[in-house]
């Protein structure tokens, strides 16, 4: 059974930094063979894409309203992912999930098979 963990999360004021890790576990589950990626969920809203990464690391993709602040990364030997916030905003405030995917990277919510239950960031004013 594949587990996608996320952590990190917490009660931050605007202007801070936070980094989220993505560890993934399971008996054969390894991520160099998934693109990974993070998305968030702000209350009342739907889930939207913040970033993804291919399974070499060298593709890296990011939404429009994280662009210089957030930075994907992956360690495939620690089996984890992360995602480092700088210069946080209250319009991050979110939770968090990280997701893996089959192959090549994507920013489309329903490509990804694997989920993990979220951390939540709050970003306060």
């Known amino acids: 059974q594949v587990q996608l963990v996320e952590s990190g999360g917490g009660l931050v004021q605007a202007g801070d930094s936070l980094r989220l890790s993505c560890a993934a576990s399971g008996r054969t589950f390894s991520i160099e063979n998934y693109a990974m990626g993070w998305f968030r969920q702000a209350p009342g809203k739907e889930r939207e894409f913040v970033a993804a990464?291919?399974?070499?690391?060298?593709?890296?993709n990011y939404a429009d309203s994280v662009k210089g602040r957030f930075t994907i990364s992956r360690d495939n030997a620690k089996n984890t992912v992360y995602l480092q916030l700088n210069s946080l905003k209250p319009e991050d405030t979110a939770v968090y999930y990280c997701?893996?995917?089959?192959?090549?990277?994507?920013?489309?919510?329903?490509?990804?098979?694997?989920w993990g239950q979220g951390t939540r960031v709050t970003v306060s004013s």
């Open positions: 990464i291919s399974r070499t690391g060298h593709s890296t």
């Open positions: 997701a893996a995917k089959w192959g090549s990277v994507s920013g489309r919510e329903k490509n990804y098979e694997y």
